[in-house]
């Protein structure tokens, strides 16, 4: 992972409005970042800014006329270096609802495939004017790059298996919607646990670092290839034995099998191709009998306890049809919750980059 202790310059705190119903007038909040690139670097008062923000964005989603001016004038360029169907489409729609301009680039069509480099390329897109830029890549680390070489604002939209911050806040606001914490995000006493490649993933790191911040217990859990003992380090803790541990969380989260990050199956894929083979587990039929969501493994779930996964799924292999498209699923839900967060992250890195 390249060296990420600088991605968040240090500023001064600034005071931020915080948005209403009809302007972005209200309550003064504290906002002290340039960047959002990840949710180990915040305090729990920083993440609790963010979702509160967030929670006051939420409404926007259901006018009739759904935008607030809080943007009107800046510009937001996605860099996606990396496939997206749900952090892209969020991070636009959520920029366009604050009415702010959007200029999307990927790397196949683009000056990348000719050798440019990523600070290159984003040097260049900040020159035309440019407040904030959303940045995926398949690199540790490559946000925070580029966050040194410009300006303006920057958004990790997830790199390598580093972080995916606005994945992490949006588990964490379906969570806390879901156990009636959306005033206080106060998580004590919750248990979360999250299954599956965790040591592949940047959204377990993520949820992880904001979960445990806000008081919530994590558990991770899947086979040792996928879920080491030396996970531990980042403060949850770590089990292989998935139906001991159901019937004790207020939520699973489902993580997808990330094939292309093993390295056996990048090299069959030839980089790109989803395929369906790893080094981590002899097969998938194996991994599924011991960490595939099935419904009768389900119905050890509380009651109340929810079902997440971030997307894409693997149907089939980490979660069954019926699990999610069940009653206890909330996948679409924290889609939906993804918009006012995004919404939030990119509203306070610019308006207080602007404030500053
Ligand atoms: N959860 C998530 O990051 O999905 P996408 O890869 O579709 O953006």
């Known amino acids: ?19 209403t119903a009809e302007s972005v007038d209200g309550p003064s909040v504290q906002w002290k970042h340039r960047c959002l690139l990840g949710l180990q670097e915040l305090s729990a008062e920083e993440l609790r800014t963010l979702l509160k923000t967030a929670a006051g964005f939420a409404e926007v989603s259901g006018r009739s006329v759904k935008k607030v001016p809080a ?10 270096f990396e496939d ?16 702010a301009d959007v200029i999307d680039l990927t790397s196949s069509g683009s000056s990348v495939s000719k050798g440019e480099s990523t600070v290159d390329t984003a040097r260049n897109v900040e020159a035309m004017g440019v407040d904030a830029l959303v940045v995926r890549h398949k690199s540790s680390g490559a946000p925070g790059l580029v966050a040194a070489g410009v300006k303006c604002s920057v958004i990790n939209a997830g790199d390598g298996k580093h972080e995916h911050p606005t994945q992490g806040l949006l588990d964490i606001y379906t969570l806390a919607e879901a156990n ?55 403060g949850c803790t770590v089990d292989d034995d998935l139906e001991a541990v159901l019937p004790t969380v207020d939520a699973v989260n489902m993580l997808r099998i990330q094939f292309e990050r093993h390295s056996e199956g990048a090299a069959k894929a030839g980089g790109g191709e989803a395929v369906r083979a790893s080094p981590a587990f002899p097969s998938t039929r194996e991994y599924s009998r011991g960490y595939a969501l ?27 049809d019926e699990v999610a498209d069940g009653p206890k699923s909330v996948i679409l839900r924290q889609v939906t919750n ?15 980059s602007e404030a500053r």
């Open 1 to 19: 992972m390249f060296r990420t202790s600088y991605t968040l310059a240090p500023m001064t705190t600034m005071s931020v409005a915080s948005p």
């Open 71 to 80: 943007l009107r004038g800046k510009v937001v360029a996605n860099l996606f």
């Open 84 to 99: 997206s169907t749900r952090t892209r489409l969020s991070f636009t729609l959520a920029a366009q609802r604050l009415s």
């Open 180 to 234: 009636g914490r959306l005033e206080t995000f106060d998580l004590t006493g919750l248990r979360v646990a999250i299954v599956g490649d965790v040591v592949s993933s940047r959204v377990a790191r993520s949820n992880i670092a904001g979960l445990t911040k806000l008081g919530a217990k994590v558990v991770c859990i899947g086979p040792g290839t996928l879920a080491p003992k030396s996970m531990e380090t980042l």
């Open 294 to 320: 099935t419904a009768e493994r389900a119905r050890l779930l509380k009651p109340g306890a929810i079902i997440m996964h971030p997307g894409p799924m693997n149907r089939g292999i980490e979660i069954a």
């Open 338 to 352: 993804g918009l006012a967060v995004r919404m939030a992250a990119l509203y306070l890195c610019v308006s207080g």
